[in-house]
Every structure is written in structure tokens, then in C-alpha cells.
């Protein structure tokens, strides 16, 4: 019944635990798991930068350490998948995390999709992280598990 799973992560403690889950799921049902970080552009453009226009060679090399940090903590998913025995997959999209979530749950067919209850956000007291609520709002059937911070 499980057969994919996709995991989200935002290299967050939290995250961290959701992936920990989701490997011990995947080992336990015989899952295939796709290990997903988002670089979320409009975050650092919008929020920290008060201008529309603003230059690519500005945005560029921020997105590209953006990226080097997602894939380093990625590689140490990967690298707990491989202990344990799960077949794993990378991959780091760009854009909105909720849109990019649900997109690639979509396209890779995933039967469930495994992610925090929080993310990198210093707002603790939350009662939910925004990327998880609007996952969990999104026009979808596939079913999602929240792990608990
Ligand atoms: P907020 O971002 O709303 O201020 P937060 O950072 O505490 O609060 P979320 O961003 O919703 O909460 O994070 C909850 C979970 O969503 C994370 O544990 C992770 O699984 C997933 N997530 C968050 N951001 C991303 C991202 N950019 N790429 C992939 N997964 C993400
Ligand atoms: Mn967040």
C-alpha cells in the first residue's frame, strides 16, 4: 500500500525527525523514499529585499548557497537511507514549498507524503508551520503525516 514515500525538508530539527520517521516507514513497508528540499526564491526576495526588480546577480549567488545547504542536508538523509537499507532519491526544486511539494508528490506518483509539524521559523509558539498547513489545505488525495516537533 505504501509504496513511495516523499519527505520534506527544510533541514529543521523537526524535519530531521519527519525524515527519521519516514525511514523507519520505509524500511518497515519496503517504501522507495524521495527526499525533497524547496529554495523558496519569493522568501528571501520579497522579504528581505524591498524591491520587485531586483538584479539577478544579487539573487544568484544567494539561490546557489541556498542550494549548497539543501544538498548538504539531504546528503546526510541519504546517507541514514543507505544505512538502513532504503532506496532513496534527491531532489531540490525551486519556488513555493507548498506548490513544489505537491507537485512533486504528483508527478513521482508518492503514496504519502511525510513532513514536520514545524520548519526553521524562530515563531515556536505556532501552533502549525505555514508550509505544513498549506499542504495539508491543497486539493490533493494523497495522504500526509505530520511528525510532531
Ligand atoms: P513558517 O515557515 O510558517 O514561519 P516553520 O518554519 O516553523 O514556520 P514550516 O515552514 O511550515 O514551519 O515547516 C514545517 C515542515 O514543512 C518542515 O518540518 C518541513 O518538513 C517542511 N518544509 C518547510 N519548508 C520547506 C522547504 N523549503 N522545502 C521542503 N520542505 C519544507
Ligand atoms: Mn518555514
Redesign the pocket.
Known sequence: MISKILV???G?E??WK?IEYAVALAKQTGATITL?????KGFFVTRSIPSVATPTHLIEPIEDYLRQVAEAHIEEAEKLCKKKGVQSKKVIRSGH?VEE?IKEAEESKVDLIV???????A?KA?F??????GTIHKDTKIPLLIVRK
Open positions: 520534506a525538508t527544510d529543521s523537526t524535519a519527519s525533497l528540499s524547496v529554495i523558496d514549498p511539494i513532513m514536520g509539524s514545524h520548519g526553521r521559523s515563531i505556532a502549525l508551520g505555514s508550509v505544513t498547513f
